[in-house]
């Protein structure tokens, strides 16, 4: 076990509304959260010393810094690929801490996705010459078009229905009908309805996507020592990690011999490796979910379930509430708010604090996770 295992706890969270359009500028979204969770935690602005972000996050940490009131800073870095960073964002102050490098951190991501034209794939250059010179001019324009391809080939190894594949959406649904704070909060969905609506990239249908939102979310990490003069009930970092697998190419994964391999195979290894308990000991996850099919390459790659087998696994409601294992309890990016799988973070600390709206009974290991299909990153929590 690794010298980082429980040496850092969460000890603040907040998040702004969640909806299409805000008003307020992303530097704005983000100052209001930091401050809040600073708040939750019963920590000055002053006292933080570390900072960790996205490289796709808009307002610069000098900035957030000097506007939030922050003092000296220690430690500071960015993580890169989108939806892989949450939790990398979380294990380098973590690590930054654990080492005595810093004391005080905050990691936290602000984005304003509602309207179209902010989507990076509305602003691909007429001449192509990174790694989308590979993709895009077969027709993978977008993210969905990626996942759909994956998903497709998915269906054709393990017969996969789409009514299986609906269990995702359905049971996230179910979840976000508990929380206030969703976007799809009183919005119920059935199956009939799911298979009813229309195509976004075949086989996957409107209710396989993220919501596109605005909104910020922030966490506070400390050390486990300092976590005991915090107001609020300590949630122990046990296990971090980030992987990149071999030969690995962006979303498409061309050139790996298995095109479902992501990069969740090399981080779930380090995962485990590090940690004293094993996949049958989580009882409540949150799985990265811009697509719905990357949660059941998730329940099989981080080892909830047998490879090939995640459709028989999730029929019957096996991730809804009530079920053998909840997933994505707040709803998730399908229909709580897309936020880069920051407020997957931030469900998880709720569960292991016991205040989740759809709070799982004696849940005490969480398994959190960031993208399937970039270089990603993974956590576990305890309380």
């Given at each position: 076990m690794g010298s980082l295992s429980d040496s850092t706890a969460i000890v603040g969270l907040a998040e702004s509304e969640y909806a299409r359009s805000l008003g307020a500028s992303e530097l704005e979204l983000s100052c209001r959260v930091v401050r809040d969770a600073l708040a939750d935690a019963g920590i000055d602005p002053r006292e933080v010393d570390a900072l960790a972000s996205f490289t796709m996050e808009g307002p610069a940490d000098f900035e957030l810094a000097r506007a939030v009131g922050m003092g000296e800073l220690n430690f500071f870095s960015q993580v890169a690929h989108g939806g892989g960073a949450a939790c990398g964002a979380v294990a380098q102050v973590a690590m930054a801490i654990s080492c005595g490098m810093a004391q005080v951190g905050v990691v936290w991501r602000s984005r304003k996705r509602g309207a179209k034209s902010s989507r990076v794939w509305a602003q691909v250059n007429d001449?192509?010459?990174d790694q989308w010179k590979y993709s895009r001019p077969v027709g993978l324009l977008r993210p969905v078009d990626e996942v759909a391809l994956m998903a497709r080939r998915y269906m054709h190894e393990y017969g996969l229905k789409r009514e299986q594949l609906a269990e995702v959406a359905l049971a996230q649904r179910e979840h976000a009908n508990l929380n206030p704070r969703a976007a799809m909060y009183e919005k119920p969905l059935d199956l009939a309805t799911y298979l009813d609506a229309r195509w976004i990239?075949?086989?996957?249908?409107?209710?396989?996507?993220?919501?596109e939102s605005d909104g910020a979310v922030a966490v506070v990490i400390v050390s486990a020592e300092r976590a005991r003069d915090c107001r609020t009930r300590p949630v122990f970092i046990h296990s971090a990690s980030q992987g990149m697998g071999e030969q690995y190419q962006v979303m498409t994964n061309f050139h790996c011999d298995d095109p479902l391999a992501g990069c969740s195979g090399a981080t779930a290894r380090n995962l485990w490796r590090q940690a004293d308990a094993v996949p049958a000991d989580v009882k409540v996850a949150q799985l990265y979910d811009a697509f719905s099919p990357l949660v059941l390459l998730s329940l099989e790659?981080?080892?909830?379930?047998?490879?090939?087998?995640?459709?028989g696994f999730v029929e019957g409601g096996t991730l809804g509430p009530g079920g053998s294992l909840p997933v994505n309890t707040s709803g998730g990016s399908l229909s709580e708010a897309y936020v880069h799988g920051m407020n997957l973070l931030n469900e998880g600390v709720r569960q292991m604090r016991g205040s989740s709206t759809?709070?799982?009974?004696?849940?005490?290991?969480?398994?959190?996770?960031?993208?399937?299909?970039?270089?990603?990153?993974?956590?576990?929590?305890?309380?």
């Open positions: 001449r192509i010459s990239s075949e086989p996957l249908c409107l209710y396989d996507n993220c919501l790659t981080y080892g909830l379930c047998p490879v090939g087998e995640a459709g759809s709070q799982v009974e004696d849940a005490d290991l969480c398994l959190v996770t960031s993208a399937h299909v970039v270089p990603s990153s993974a956590l576990l929590l305890r309380n």
